[in-house]
């Protein structure tokens, strides 16, 4: 089990060593979504987390995750969530359970870009290293 | 007429049981029959229309197994991708992965919410990218939509298409694109065909539309098109059966099997021939027990008709019919027999008359014979004696007469006017004896006299000369036209006859008064002698009676002029003699004509005369 978390974790380490260069990401949502920039982390957290489920203008909330192997979505964990991995997927298992719709799953950035262009009220990250076209650009995650 | 009919009788009774027999017999199997081959035909519709319907069922059983899944398939999260453009290629493994899972037919389209094409279930590489959504697949009312018979715009194939809208998982009013599944129209087809039946798959929307049939060239064969068979659900020519309209997704098909009336009443051939033997099984019978029946009926008819026919061939009244029964027929074979022992019963006593007038008839005849054969003895007896009278009265009276003349000469010469008175008298006598005795020469049973030719002419001749002679004066009155003519008779009796006419006529006749005779051919065979004065004639009613012996017509006058009255009964028995015949009758304006008819031919004297005698017996 060691191992196998060891060799994943030194994989995505690999994978995300060009993308890593840039150091953070970017908190972007969907043109027709309107707030006051920047947006707080705790408030992009209690969107996560689905405490907050819609925009200021009653727009529904459609957050976007990376799949649960992605060095982005671990940072994001970390630094926006403030929770592991196993700890948010059992919190979303519960939720989905209660009848939340846990946050959808993208697995590339360029998915997660085009996602957020064509998704009115959706809102997820990419790396800062990515351009963000056609994108509002919320906060930004050092 | 029994007989005439006897023979058909049997044969009438039978031809009318079979009549009877063949007309109900025929009618029960028609009706049988009709029954069975509406039963048969109904059954088979009812089987058509299960069959349809299960072939319906099992259509839309496809369909919605289809519809259930893709609808299953849209609500995967992975369809979230299509928000993002597929990007990742998730949704096209996802499509890939289902239809090798599910092993379709078809194919798995997903397109996005502007109608682009983002990914589908066959080769990447085989599939255009740059592709939208055809607008039918898009009119999406229901959820699923069902979109038959469409052209693949992928594969250029015949397909069926599913559609489902796809609706975001985070957001079940956004919707993100469009699921299609496509399923091939060649796998629908298989399941029509039938092993018996031919069927079609129709839609009806509109109007009735064919979708497919089996097989192909159905629609040709049929003779309505297919709006009005499905309308009518009947026809002769075909046993039709019908899926009943259902709700759901193939809504608007129909489903439609036929089946030829030929083939499905195939089975009535058979019985159809089992109701033929069975009609001749029965016919044999039926036709044995009416024979066996007619010929009972009918054989105390043919019992009666034999007797009668034996009765009128042969007379013989002992025949009896045999009674065998006590119906009307045996009560009629009664009253024949009855009636022939009353036949036979009447005819013997009716020829037990016959015979019994037969002897009685024979007893009469003898009788008769015996009573003429003693008249005949006592008439020639008679006859015998007038000729024996007249024979013995001859002699005295010539010695009378020879006494007279010596008497006369010593007698009293004052006294002579009494003896010549006397000598007169004895003439008389005399000349009546004669004649008597010639009448009863001529009556008798005595020989026929000899025939020679006479010259008739010559014997008239010489009598009119003797008549001449006797009395003078009458010479100029007689008149005498002849020919020469010569008949086969007796010349002495033939004389006598015409001799006594003659004197007849000059004795009946005063001086002047003419008197004719004549002699002529009457005919071929005939000669006839007449002699006519013009004298004061004979009554009418004398005629008849002028050749019977010693009649007279006027008493006093034949007294006068002497004469006995016999001298026309001999020139009548004369002239039988010879075969001839003597009439009388009255001259015009007055007179008589005595005609003498003999015949020239040569017949035998003896047989006329025979013949003469039985006729005049005959008649007395």
Redesign the interface.
């Given at each position: 089990m060691r191992t196998r978390f060891l060799a994943i974790a030194s994989l995505a380490v690999l994978l995300l060593a060009g993308s890593a260069k840039a150091e953070g990401l970017l908190i972007i949502a969907n043109p027709s979504v309107k707030v006051a920039v920047p947006v707080s982390l705790s408030q992009v957290a209690a969107v996560y987390l689905l405490r907050v489920t819609a925009w200021a203008d009653g727009r529904h909330i459609v957050p976007v995750n990376r799949e649960a192997t992605s060095a982005a979505r671990e940072k994001f964990n970390a630094a926006v969530l403030q929770e592991d991995g196993a700890t948010l997927a059992a919190y979303w298992n519960e939720m989905h359970f209660l009848g939340k719709e846990p946050p959808v799953v993208q697995e590339s950035e360029r998915a997660m870009l085009a996602f957020i262009q064509n998704v009115p009220g959706s809102i997820g990250y990419i790396s800062a290293s990515i351009a963000p076209v056609n994108v509002e650009v919320l906060a930004h995650v050092p | 007429m029994i007989k005439i009919f006897a023979p058909s009788i049997p044969r009438r009774i039978l031809a009318a049981l079979l009549t009877i027999y063949l007309l109900t017999y025929s009618t029960t199997a028609i009706v049988v029959y009709s029954g069975v081959r509406e039963s048969i035909l109904e059954s088979d519709a009812a089987a058509l229309n299960r069959l349809a319907d299960l072939k319906y069922q099992q259509l839309a059983d496809l369909i919605g197994a289809l519809a259930r899944d893709l609808t299953a398939w849209s609500e995967l999260?992975v369809m979230?991708?299509l928000?993002?453009?597929d990007?990742?290629k998730?949704v096209t493994l996802t499509l890939e992965a289902l239809n090798r899972l599910y092993g379709l037919p078809g194919n798995i389209y997903a397109f996005d919410a502007s109608g682009k094409l983002l990914a589908s279930s066959r080769d990447a590489q085989k599939s255009p990218l740059e592709l939208t959504i055809p607008t039918a697949w898009q009119d999406l009312r229901a959820m699923p939509a069902f979109v038959d018979q469409y052209k693949d715009p992928v594969t250029g194939d015949k397909v069926v298409v599913l559609s489902i809208p796809v609706f975001?998982?985070?957001?079940h009013s956004?919707r993100?694109g469009t699921l299609a599944l496509t399923y091939p129209w060649s796998s629908i087809d298989n399941l029509l065909v039938t092993a018996d039946n031919e069927s079609a798959l129709l839609e009806d929307k509109s109007g009735i539309r064919l979708l497919s049939a089996d097989p192909a060239d159905l629609t040709e064969q049929l003779p309505l098109s297919w709006a009005e068979l499905f309308a009518q659900g009947k026809d002769d020519a075909f046993v039709i059966g019908r899926s009943a309209p259902r709700e759901g997704l193939i809504q608007n098909w129909r489903f439609i099997m036929l089946h030829s009336s030929g083939a499905a009443t195939r089975p009535l051939r058979w019985i159809a021939f089992e109701l033929l033997l069975l009609g001749l099984s029965l016919g044999v019978p039926i036709v044995l027990f009416g024979r066996w029946l007619s010929h009972r009926l009918t054989a105390p008819i043919a019992d009666l008709t034999r007797v009668v026919s034996e009765i009128a061939d042969t007379d013989k009244l002992d025949a009896r019919v045999p009674v065998t029964s006590s119906d009307e027929l045996g009560s009629l074979a009664r009253s024949f027999n009855r009636m022939t022992d009353n036949l036979e019963r009447t005819t013997q006593e009716r020829e037990r008359f016959v015979g019994e007038l037969a002897a009685l008839n024979q007893t009469l005849e003898a009788r008769i014979a015996e009573r003429t054969a003693e008249l005949e003895a006592a008439m020639r007896a008679q006859r015998r004696l007038i000729g024996d009278i007249s024979h013995e009265i001859k002699s005295p009276l010539a010695r009378l007469s020879m006494a007279l003349g010596l008497a006369s000469r010593s007698a009293d010469p004052d006294r002579p006017r009494q003896f010549a008175r006397i000598e007169r008298e004895i003439e008389n006598i005399s000349a009546l004896a004669s004649e008597l005795l010639t009448l009863a020469r001529l009556d008798g049973t005595a020989a026929p006299p000899e025939f020679a030719p006479v010259p008739l002419h010559r014997l008239i001749k010489q009598v009119i000369e003797d008549a001449v002679y006797e009395a003078p004066p009458r010479a100029r009155d007689i008149a005498f036209r002849s020919t020469a003519i010569t008949v086969p008779g007796n010349a002495d009796l033939l004389k006598r006859a015409i001799e006594n006419v003659m004197r007849n006529a000059i004795f009946y006749t005063s001086e002047g008064t003419p008197i004719t005779v004549s002699l002529s051919r009457k005919g071929s065979n005939v000669v006839s002698a007449e002699v006519a004065d013009c004298g004061p004639g004979v009554p009418e009613a004398a005629l008849k009676h002028l050749f019977e012996p010693f009649y007279r017509v006027d008493t006093a006058r034949a007294r006068q002029t002497g004469g006995a009255g016999v001298g026309l009964a001999i020139c009548q028995r004369v002239v039988q003699l010879h075969g001839g015949a003597v009439h009388a009758r009255n001259n015009d304006p007055h007179g008589l004509i005595v005609t003498i008819d003999l015949p020239i031919g040569a017949s035998s004297p003896g047989r006329s005369r025979n013949k003469a005698m039985t006729h005049e017996r005959g008649l007395h």
């Amino acid at each position: 089990m060691r191992t196998r978390f060891l060799a994943i974790a030194s994989l995505a380490v690999l994978l995300l060593a060009g993308s890593a260069k840039a150091e953070g990401l970017l908190i972007i949502a969907n043109p027709s979504v309107k707030v006051a920039v920047p947006v707080s982390l705790s408030q992009v957290a209690a969107v996560y987390l689905l405490r907050v489920t819609a925009w200021a203008d009653g727009r529904h909330i459609v957050p976007v995750n990376r799949e649960a192997t992605s060095a982005a979505r671990e940072k994001f964990n970390a630094a926006v969530l403030q929770e592991d991995g196993a700890t948010l997927a059992a919190y979303w298992n519960e939720m989905h359970f209660l009848g939340k719709e846990p946050p959808v799953v993208q697995e590339s950035e360029r998915a997660m870009l085009a996602f957020i262009q064509n998704v009115p009220g959706s809102i997820g990250y990419i790396s800062a290293s990515i351009a963000p076209v056609n994108v509002e650009v919320l906060a930004h995650v050092p | 007429m029994i007989k005439i009919f006897a023979p058909s009788i049997p044969r009438r009774i039978l031809a009318a049981l079979l009549t009877i027999y063949l007309l109900t017999y025929s009618t029960t199997a028609i009706v049988v029959y009709s029954g069975v081959r509406e039963s048969i035909l109904e059954s088979d519709a009812a089987a058509l229309n299960r069959l349809a319907d299960l072939k319906y069922q099992q259509l839309a059983d496809l369909i919605g197994a289809l519809a259930r899944d893709l609808t299953a398939w849209s609500e995967l999260e992975v369809m979230n991708d299509l928000a993002s453009g597929d990007v990742d290629k998730r949704v096209t493994l996802t499509l890939e992965a289902l239809n090798r899972l599910y092993g379709l037919p078809g194919n798995i389209y997903a397109f996005d919410a502007s109608g682009k094409l983002l990914a589908s279930s066959r080769d990447a590489q085989k599939s255009p990218l740059e592709l939208t959504i055809p607008t039918a697949w898009q009119d999406l009312r229901a959820m699923p939509a069902f979109v038959d018979q469409y052209k693949d715009p992928v594969t250029g194939d015949k397909v069926v298409v599913l559609s489902i809208p796809v609706f975001a998982s985070f957001d079940h009013s956004y919707r993100i694109g469009t699921l299609a599944l496509t399923y091939p129209w060649s796998s629908i087809d298989n399941l029509l065909v039938t092993a018996d039946n031919e069927s079609a798959l129709l839609e009806d929307k509109s109007g009735i539309r064919l979708l497919s049939a089996d097989p192909a060239d159905l629609t040709e064969q049929l003779p309505l098109s297919w709006a009005e068979l499905f309308a009518q659900g009947k026809d002769d020519a075909f046993v039709i059966g019908r899926s009943a309209p259902r709700e759901g997704l193939i809504q608007n098909w129909r489903f439609i099997m036929l089946h030829s009336s030929g083939a499905a009443t195939r089975p009535l051939r058979w019985i159809a021939f089992e109701l033929l033997l069975l009609g001749l099984s029965l016919g044999v019978p039926i036709v044995l027990f009416g024979r066996w029946l007619s010929h009972r009926l009918t054989a105390p008819i043919a019992d009666l008709t034999r007797v009668v026919s034996e009765i009128a061939d042969t007379d013989k009244l002992d025949a009896r019919v045999p009674v065998t029964s006590s119906d009307e027929l045996g009560s009629l074979a009664r009253s024949f027999n009855r009636m022939t022992d009353n036949l036979e019963r009447t005819t013997q006593e009716r020829e037990r008359f016959v015979g019994e007038l037969a002897a009685l008839n024979q007893t009469l005849e003898a009788r008769i014979a015996e009573r003429t054969a003693e008249l005949e003895a006592a008439m020639r007896a008679q006859r015998r004696l007038i000729g024996d009278i007249s024979h013995e009265i001859k002699s005295p009276l010539a010695r009378l007469s020879m006494a007279l003349g010596l008497a006369s000469r010593s007698a009293d010469p004052d006294r002579p006017r009494q003896f010549a008175r006397i000598e007169r008298e004895i003439e008389n006598i005399s000349a009546l004896a004669s004649e008597l005795l010639t009448l009863a020469r001529l009556d008798g049973t005595a020989a026929p006299p000899e025939f020679a030719p006479v010259p008739l002419h010559r014997l008239i001749k010489q009598v009119i000369e003797d008549a001449v002679y006797e009395a003078p004066p009458r010479a100029r009155d007689i008149a005498f036209r002849s020919t020469a003519i010569t008949v086969p008779g007796n010349a002495d009796l033939l004389k006598r006859a015409i001799e006594n006419v003659m004197r007849n006529a000059i004795f009946y006749t005063s001086e002047g008064t003419p008197i004719t005779v004549s002699l002529s051919r009457k005919g071929s065979n005939v000669v006839s002698a007449e002699v006519a004065d013009c004298g004061p004639g004979v009554p009418e009613a004398a005629l008849k009676h002028l050749f019977e012996p010693f009649y007279r017509v006027d008493t006093a006058r034949a007294r006068q002029t002497g004469g006995a009255g016999v001298g026309l009964a001999i020139c009548q028995r004369v002239v039988q003699l010879h075969g001839g015949a003597v009439h009388a009758r009255n001259n015009d304006p007055h007179g008589l004509i005595v005609t003498i008819d003999l015949p020239i031919g040569a017949s035998s004297p003896g047989r006329s005369r025979n013949k003469a005698m039985t006729h005049e017996r005959g008649l007395h």
